[in-house]
């Protein structure tokens, strides 16, 4: 190989005139008028920017504020669960069938016989219809009471703090039970309609 | 051209090439195992020693009876305990003192936990001057709600702590108590209902669980929470008052009766559902140690006993379904005392001369010679059949520990039982499975199965009710109607008649009397295990009661049973408010010819 071979070629220099109708580009002749930038564009792209942040901020401060009345709810919850689980330890025991069946029978109430049943539409009478006698069938206070450790501690319908009932004496619950009377009859008996 | 000079490099960087490749398949190899093929592996090992995870307990569910009165419920207690070095140092800390003095707060956790004031002080003075930096006095276990909120509003837990504890709580104490069951120490449901559907009742707990980095710290965003999930509520067929009054009742007849123990069990004739369920002694699930130990489980539901004379109904739809026996006739000579020509010798419980007696008669005069000659007309394959038609050998709700009573295959029937059998000896059954024999006749015939548990609500609020108990027609409805009317008679014409009357109800009844297994092979002499079941009222009947007396003193027969029944009967259809009986009973049945 020879240096020569890399020795630049003389440019080929076209003859101007024979190019010249094939010329496309036309010199500068003068910088064209700039057309002024419409500031509302510009506004909007801001305004639009600003309220997108806006938005974004409206939102992220929504979903804290949520999560703090969550979490404020959630433990109003758990307050009123424990209440709620106060209150019903409260009557855990009290609402057994040996405290209400001892505290009818501190009242002199008596579990009875054979029942009978009075129809209102005729009158008619079903079952034996014989009187209870005075004594009850079972002895919720005998030997054979089921017992309940639940009452051990508590005394069987003993007041809470707003219950104004006193324990199940005889005397007390009497007094109580005359301040409130039935409704007194204005009507007469209550009997069913006939033509 | 390769020259010697030339190959010799080359061939080194072959072989240098060759080792450096080899090398890095070697990793390639290794790399591919560890991401790809024990990718899972690893990252599991990795977790493990940075993830941390607390278990979120869930609660059981509870027990409700049919009208949904809680029977069994879990609460949480509170155990509360001291810090007292915490005590000290917000003492010492002169420049920022607490907001409530300890003399003061001392004072006021002693009054909410009821302890004495002076010696909580001097127990933390004590534990202090003992270790400076104690930081545990434990102080009362098993505070109630009510007290955990009152000492938390004293806002001191700084020092003061207090760690809720599940606890198991029976409301209506001993009512159901044996059927409910108990947990033990560790939690575990030992008996009843609380083993029976555990599945029901148990919670799965939940996992909380993060990572952590260096020193413990909690990776954010690594939290994960799985709620726990509570146990389901189980709803059983129990009616917890009518409960209450069996449990009631039963205490104090079998001991006016001078009874060891005895049972009332009650049951819906139209749905098989077991409404109660009394025994006693009994147990309270609340002090379980306040009873003796072998009253923790259902006696009931446990104790098979030969039945007696309440079987020689299932002997009757036997002969009449298939012997053409009627109520009134054929009859059969019969005196209390008979030697038969294959050497059995049968008594009566009563001495009579020979009466030639009807079907209703034997029944009513409870003949067991009579019984033994009306039985005998069929051959003894056919009375196993019946036997087990009406639930002898078939356990009823698969209660834990429940019997399933013995039936011997006829083949080990001997010359004594070939009889025996015709008046309920020589097989043994349980109280739930003689009521659901009389549930079939008092339901003219279709036996359903029986039920304790109504359903299952999961806390989601779905109710999952058991498979439906199975119906079948084992007798006849007619031959169902002649056994009702000659129960009837049984009871008007019977010994007990009095003692049983409810009025207004027409009733049925027939009584048993058992011999106890002394243990050695023979039996007790004098004593017997005595039961009364019947169903009313008659004309519709809507419930069967059952009544078993362990070994009566007072009066030993079957008779000492009848006032208990009289009374199971009236309150059960004073519960259900049934309507009285509306049509008068069909004439009297014939004793004898």
Redesign the interface.
Known sequence: MSLNALAPRPRSQPDAPSRAPRRRLQPVTGTPVRRKPKLAYALIAVAGALAIGAVQIGLSLAITQDSFTLASLSSEQHELDLRTNALQEDLTGLSSPQSLATGAAALGMVVAGSPAYLRLSDGAIFGQGTGAVGASTVDPNGAGAVSNALLNDVPVNASTEDDATPDGTADGTAEQSAQELPPAITDGLPSPTTR | MTTRATRTPRRRTVVALAVILAILAAFVVRLVDIQVVKADEHVAQSLEFISKGTAIPGQRGSIVDADG??LAES??VYDAQLSPQVIRLLEEDDKNPPALPWAEASTRIAEIMGLDAEKLRADVAAALAANPDSQYLPLVKGL???K??QLRDLKVSSYLTMKPREVR???????AGNLLGYIDGSGEAQAGVEKMDEKCLAPTDGEESYRTGKNGVVIPGSESRVDAVDGGAVQLTIN??LQ??M?????????TQGAKGGTVTVVEVATGKIRAAAE?P?M?P??LD?SSSDTWGSKLFTYPFEPGSTFKPVTAAAIMENAGVTMTSPTVAASSKEKFANGAVINDAFVHPTFQYTLAGALIDSSNVALSKFGTMVSPDVRYDYLQRFGVGTRTVEFPDETSGLLHPTSEWDNQSLYTTTFGQYFTVTAPQLAGAYQAIANGGEKIGLSLIESCTTPDGTVVTPEAAAHEQIIKPETAADLTRMLENVAVQGGNAERIE????RVTSKTGTAQIPDGNGGYKAGVYYTSMVGFAPVDDPQYVVVVTLDEPTRVTSSAATASAFQ?AM??T??TY?V??S?TPMDALLPKFE
């Open positions: 009165a809680v609460v949480n109630s709600t009510e955990y909120i709580v029976y409301p209506n104490g001993a009512v917890s008052d209450w009054y449990q009631q009742m039963i205490a104090e007849e079998a001991q006693w009994t309270d609340n002090d306040a409810v009025p207004g109800y009374k009236t309150q259809m004073k408010r309507m009285p509306s």
